[in-house]
């Protein structure tokens, strides 16, 4: 994995920048800049707002020597009880990224500020993750705010010091909480240049003075959490800031090609192919005859045999270890992972290109900037050689150069080779190519090539009682879902886990008589699951009828638009995927149809439905089949997907009626 | 978006060496030497079946297992130690995550001697050379907690990953350990020694018992060190509603006295007890202080159990530390806050933390007439006591006994929210000592009936021809619900907690809804309970089935929906407290329409916990009532599949409908 935020991160902890207008430091007591900021008149917020930057302000200030200082300067009021986090600041740093000083201070409401001293700023290693697989120099120096209670402000000074790899820094303006003031400014040397672009904001003009260029903006509203919305880089506000030393080659991206070309200096010699590397690509590939085979093979070797391990240490955040080193350790992270199979396929005469993605779909659009903050992932493209068939390898597009280029993601280690999960589907990536490198669209697969086939052959008896046997079939993420569940499970006997959790979506009770699986570690076939159930009163008596919902197994519906508050993002949808259900379920003795449910049939742009119940001799037959064609779910059409999902939640509750049949009932008196 | 899968995640391991227990320094100095177990360069002989074997038959489908397990430590005033060695094979591709080692340490000691090494399935050896980070999880001044982490390389299935270090102990540094038995992977072996400091006595028990290849903890009358081998030690997973892990885990304590053990039970609980009474009294035992207060609390003409209550709803308006966020040192410095430091002081200043409240209870009861007694319970929280462990640390919670009208009253006030004449859950059911000058006697607080803590949700809703629903829903908390709500949402303003109620709400209905709270619940105090008052509206809540609309019978049934949804069990199923829920639905129905087929009314008793559901209908209405009773706390292991199947028939039971007719069917019949 690329370093996630190498130098966001700073940015994001620290939010923003300053001018240095104001005394650094009060006596025995906040700044005056903090005290300044507390007492402006503040707009009414929502009951939701928890707290409010009131004042931040960042100096990025540049030295001819390439060195940079930043100056962070920031005032919080916590409004509301669940605004006391805001208390809490990590600031991240590493040996590049040196902290000079970090001040805190809480202005109560009443009585005498408060300040922390720097000794009393716990420091730690940077461990994001749960636990520590992450091999890292980053580290944190973490400000505890005293009373950082509603009605109190809280704020920070953080100077730094920063010797960039690339001279490019973001202005994250947009946060959870509204901004009510913020400034950013960048000093430069003579000679020096800049370009600012920004995503997400129209463009802001700065004010330029000797040197200096300063942005502001006020009342920036906040960016609330909604589920299923697009990734933070994809709706928050923010500049990216390209710095162009005079005459130098080592200046920000102001384009895809300088970027790429960046990347493709950084991985120079990377991917050579050493003795060790080619005899084990003999060994994997000699017995192999077609030039599918021995991708799938190297590519199989990547995800199952070399193990995944976060590194980032100093520029090892963004350069991979050369392919030797991965090689003979058997671990490395997604950038080395990508590394090494691309030196593997090269050694079989197979052209690969480094792809640096965003691992969430939508944080990156063809409007987004060239900058590395907005990626934290590497894959690879790879140019399918003649003669394999479109339908081998369906994740690929055809560029205009290289032709068909395959994406493959070498850390999934349970989507198959030839696939792409969906995260990546329809996700833009930089492209690094010998003379540079382009955003180039990932392909969308149809939605047959993911998803689940769920067939059933069921038995019904007059007290309600269901058994059965069920088929599931799965592909692409609904495969990949279950085998990483599957793969969590550390004792044979809780095998059976995750199909109960997903059989007790759908019944109340019921009893596996049998239960197995297929294909888990086989991702180059379909995961399934085949199992026999018992059901006790699954059909439900009203009277003398039975009420019978054939869609015994599976839902679908989404309730995400089912709330008061207006959405105001989009929705991104996990993969395109295509899901059916087909039953047959035999009618108990000496009952017979009442009343079928009415078919469905709703088609629209961004994923299809249709449904039956009908008889067929003594059986009832149900067949659906539902289709996600559209990863985003756009503004416009958050009404039309509201109104399917209703249609869909109430066709699987549907519920087809059996009464006893007239000869069941025995002959009448007259 | 959702992630389909964290990709990266995995579950943190070693905690078998997170053993960080109650810490004591020696002020003095005392030299020993003694041979290491293992010295910094062995490497225990690998046998070929380790290398070959694909599985474990006594941990079938484990991604990885513990070959062998070694702990050896030392307590010594100068040089104190403790010598790991750790064996793992890996077995599954997902076992190859146990190769990224995280050994945790803390302030007072290093790690040294880090070695480790891959051997291949061939037999073949990959040392690591590589780096070790120091990665420090928690510093400040005061204490610190690290950890060194690195990754074997060339680890594949089928490999070995083995790798040893040694805690070494800052010089005077002592403190109480214990041996983690029970790990996340199954052991095939371990072998534990310790060698006690030889100048403070040092007892030993083994709370949660032995694995059945386990033998017995013996010391060793010469060395005098304490030794334990164990096989085939099962895998420990967690699961859902289990007793407190720590109570499950296999593991043996260490515990050392500067005064000496008193290993007469009887002797060392009195020995105790008289120690704490005498501490409570010197804190609670203000007489005078106290009887100006009780009369400003109390009137004379007050009966006694009026002047009981009114004495215990005025300890809990006492601004109670314990329930605020936390106080950091800085701030106490900051704002000159005096903490009291007895029942006085804490009148005075009108405020305390809430074991202190408690005992302000016990001097003002006392003041006021009544018999009132100090206790301390152990909560059930992280343990289930034993009092033959002799651990008086076990004994983590106060309360006061009063006599009133010939019965005991259990008294917490410093619990907040807690209603008089109820306890908080962990001191619920638990067993405690009753403290008087001579030690005192053994006691066992009541558990309360279901009837004590309730849940009752009544509903008043209007069912529209568009199958949508919408009307009034009365939620009512009482006794231990009320109280974890208030705890819950205490440090919440009144906008977020009509959110978590709402949301509350929300989950529990099986179908997507809009909630909004319409009155102002009661959040402070606990003599009332909390009130909830919503308007609900649901935009499809009928299924349909040809010419008939049908009305599920289940409406705040989806928290159970879930409950007990796998086959097995290894654990007791752990149940905080009795509860009782009741629901009261009443239904209008649109005009013409009506019901084509009633419910038959269903009762599942099992005796502990019980349901009931019925339906009722009249023209135009249809009612629907619902409860649910559980009385009991714990259920064995081997009893789960009758409370799975409860569970089960519950759920047939809510997924019952209602058979309607709309107006268009009715007049067509």
Not at chain 1, 88 to 113: C, E, M, N, V
Request: charged share 25%.
């Amino acid at each position: 994995m690329l370093r996630p935020f190498a130098l966001a991160l700073l940015a994001a902890s620290a939010f923003f920048a300053t001018l240095l207008a104001l005394p650094v430091h009060a006596d025995n007591g906040a700044p005056a800049w903090m005290h300044s900021a507390a007492v402006a008149a503040l707009p009414q917020y929502d009951d939701k707002t928890n707290a409010v930057i009131l004042y931040s302000d960042e100096l990025i200030a540049v030295q001819s020597d390439g060195k940079i200082r930043r100056t962070v300067r920031v005032a919080i009021k916590i409004l509301r009880p669940a605004g006391r986090s805001l208390g809490k600041h990590r600031f991240a740093y590493d040996p590049d990224t040196k902290i000079i000083s970090l001040h805190g201070w809480t202005i109560p409401a009443q009585g005498k500020d408060y300040e922390v001293k720097e000794k009393d700023m716990p420091d730690e290693g940077y461990i994001p993750f749960e636990s520590g697989e992450l091999v890292t120099d980053v580290r944190t120096k973490n400000l505890d705010l005293p009373a950082a209670d509603p009605g109190n402000v809280v704020g920070y000074e953080l100077v730094q010091d920063w010797r960039p790899y690339i001279f490019q820094d973001m202005w994250g303006v947009q946060r959870q909480i509204p901004v009510r003031e913020a400034h950013y400014a960048l000093q430069l040397p003579p000679s020096w240049e800049y370009k600012a672009v920004w995503a997400n904001h129209l463009d802001v003009v700065p004010s330029t003075s000797n040197g200096l260029y300063s942005w502001s903006l006020s009342d920036v509203p906040a960016v609330r959490w909604e589920p299923e919305m697009p990734p933070w880089h994809g709706v928050a506000a923010r500049m990216v800031v390209t710095i162009l030393p005079p005459g130098s080659s080592n200046s920000g991206f102001e384009s895809w090609a300088k970027m790429g070309s960046w990347y493709s200096e950084l991985t120079r010699g990377r991917r050579d192919v050493t003795p060790d590397i080619h005899a084990k690509v003999v060994a994997l590939t000699a017995s192999l005859n077609s030039p599918l085979a021995k991708m799938q093979a190297l590519a199989g070797y990547l995800q199952k045999d070399v193990r995944y391990l976060a590194m980032e240490l100093g520029i090892g955040g963004y350069q991979p270890h050369p392919a030797s080193f991965v090689y003979s350790h058997h671990f490395g992270d997604c950038k080395d992972k990508a590394t090494l199979l691309s030196a593997m396929l090269a050694d079989v005469g197979i052209d690969s290109y480094y792809v640096i993605i965003n691992a969430d779909r939508g944080a990156v659009d063809a409007s987004t900037p060239p900058a590395v903050g907005n990626f934290n992932h590497a894959i690879l493209a790879i140019k399918i050689p003649e003669g394999i068939a479109d339908a081998a390898l369906p994740a690929f597009t055809v560029h205009p150069k290289f032709g068909r280029l395959l994406f493959f993601d070498p850390t999934d280690t349970l989507t198959p080779f030839g696939y792409l999960r969906g995260d990546l589907q329809s996700n833009y990536g930089m492209l690094v190519i010998p003379d540079g490198g382009e955003l180039v669209h990932l392909p969308q697969l149809p939605p047959a090539k993911g998803g689940t086939r769920r067939t059933a052959k069921l038995a019904l008896d007059p007290q309600g009682n269901l058994t059965g046997d069920f088929v599931e079939i799965r592909t692409g993420d609904s495969a990949t879902g279950q085998r990483y569940r599957q793969h969590a499970v550390t004792k044979s006997e809780d095998r059976v886990k995750p199909l109960e959790s997903l059989v007790s979506d759908s019944l109340g009770s019921f009893v596996f008589t049998k239960a197995s699986i297929s294909n888990l570690d086989d991702t180059s076939q379909p995961f399934g699951y085949s199992y026999s159930v018992v059901a006790r009163n699954y059909a439900k008596t009203a009277g003398n009828l039975l009420l019978v919902r054939p869609g015994v197994v599976g839902s679908y519906a989404s309730g995400i638009l089912e709330r008061k508050e207006p959405r105001q993002y989009p929705i991104e949808i996990d993969s395109p995927a295509q899901y059916s259900d087909a039953f047959d379920i035999t009618l108990p003795p000496g009952y017979e149809v009442d009343d079928l449910p009415a078919p469905v049939d709703i088609d629209n742009k961004f994923a299809s439905y249709h449904s039956k119940t009908e008889l067929r001799g003594n059986m009832l037959h149900y067949d659906r089949v539902y289709e996600v064609k559209q990863l985003t779910i756009a503004m416009d059409q958050m009404e039309d997907f509201r109104k399917f999902n209703r249609i869909v939640a109430g066709d699987e509750r549907s519920t087809a009626v059996l009464k006893p049949s007239a000869s069941a009932q025995g002959p009448t008196n007259h | 978006m959702t992630t389909l899968f964290p990709l990266w995640r995995k579950l943190s391991r070693l905690q078998q060496l997170r053993r960080f227990a109650f810490v004591a320094a020696l002020s003095f100095a005392v030299a020993l030497a003694i041979t290491p177990a293992l010295t910094a360069d062995d490497w225990l002989p690998i046998s070929p079946e380790e290398l070959k074997m694909t599985s474990e038959p006594k941990a079938p489908g484990a991604p990885a297992i513990y070959l062998y397990r070694q702990v050896d430590r030392s307590d010594l005033s100068h040089g104190g130690h403790e010598h790991n060695y750790i064996r793992i094979k890996i077995l599954t591709e997902a076992g190859r995550d146990y190769a990224n080692i995280e050994i945790p340490y803390r302030d007072r000691m290093g790690i040294s001697s880090i070695r480790a090494r891959t051997v291949r399935p061939d037999g073949s050896i990959v040392n690591f050379d590589g780096q070790v980070f120091k990665t420090a999880v928690q510093k400040n001044r005061d204490s610190k907690f690290l950890a060194k982490t690195f990754t074997v390389p060339d680890v594949q299935v089928g490999s070995i990953v083995e790798y040893r270090f040694t805690y070494d102990f800052e010089d005077y540094y002592i403190f109480n350990s214990e041996w983690i038995v029970s790990a996340p992977l199954f052991t095939k072996k371990a072998l534990f020694t310790l060698k006690p400091f030889d100048r403070w006595p040092m007892q030993w028990n083994w709370p949660a018992g032995l694995p059945e290849g386990a033998t017995k903890p013996v010391q060793d009358e010469h060395s005098s060190i304490v030794r334990m081998t164990a096989e085939n030690i099962p895998a420990f997973q967690e699961e859902e509603f289990m007793p407190p892990p720590n109570e499950l885990k296999y593991r043996v304590n260490f515990l050392y006295s500067e005064d000496g053990f008193e290993n007469d039970e009887n002797k060392y609980w009195k020995k105790f007890g008289k120690k704490q009474y005498d501490r409570v009294e010197a804190f609670a035992d203000k007489r005078k202080a106290m009887e100006e207060a009780v009369a400003t609390i109390v009137s004379p003409s007050d009966a006694p159990e009026v002047k009981l209550e009114k004495i215990y709803d005025r300890c809990q308006k006492i601004r109670n530390l314990s329930y605020e966020p936390r106080i950091s040192g800085e701030q106490i410095k900051h704002d000159k806050m005096k903490l009291p430091e007895n029942s006085e002081e804490l009148w005075k200043l009108g405020y305390g933390a809430g074991k202190d409240i408690t005992w302000l209870f016990l001097g003002l009861a006392r003041a006021a007439g009544f018999d009132a007694r100090p206790a301390l319970v152990a909560s059930r929280a992280e343990h289930f006591f034993n009092p033959k462990r002799l651990d008086s640390r076990e004994l983590d919670a106060n309360l006061v006994v009063v006599k009133l009208n010939g019965k005991d009253i259990f008294c917490d006030p410093g619990a907040a929210f807690t209603a008089y004449g109820m306890l908080p859950w962990v001191e619920t059911g638990a067993r405690g000592r009753l403290l008087d000058k001579d030690g005192g006697d053994w006691i066992e607080t009541p558990l309360p009936t279901s009837s004590a803590t309730r849940i009752e949700r009544k509903a008043d809703l209007h069912l529209n021809d568009d199958g949508s629903l919408d009307g009034k829903v009365t939620v009512t908390y009482t006794g231990l619900e009320a109280q974890a709500w208030r705890i819950d949402e205490r440090e919440q303003d009144d906008a977020a907690r009509k959110r978590s109620l709402e949301d509350n709400l929300k989950r529990n209905i099986p179908a997507a809804s809009e909630v909004e709270l319409t009155n102002s619940p009661e959040w402070a105090g606990s003599k009332n309970p909390l009130v909830a008052e919503f308007d609900v509206k649901i935009s499809s809540w009928l299924s349909t089935a040809g010419k008939r609309e049908l009305l599920p019978a289940g409406f705040f049934v989806n928290n159970e929906k879930h409950m007990f949804e796998h086959s097995t069990r290894t654990f007791p199923v752990y149940y905080r407290f009795p509860f009782l829920k009741t629901d009261d639905i009443a239904i209008a129905l649109p005009q013409g329409w009506k019901v084509d087929s009633d419910l038959k009314p269903v009762t599942q008793d099992i005796k502990a916990i019980a349901y009931s559901f019925s339906v009722a209908s009249k023209p135009g209405t249809v009612t629907l009532q619902r409860s649910l009773r559980c009385d009991i706390f714990i259920v064995p292991a081997d009893k789960y599949s009758v409370l799975r199947a409860f569970y089960q028939y519950i759920r047939t039971a809510d997924d019952q409908q209602v058979v309607l007719l709309p107006a268009a069917a009715v007049a067509v019949n």
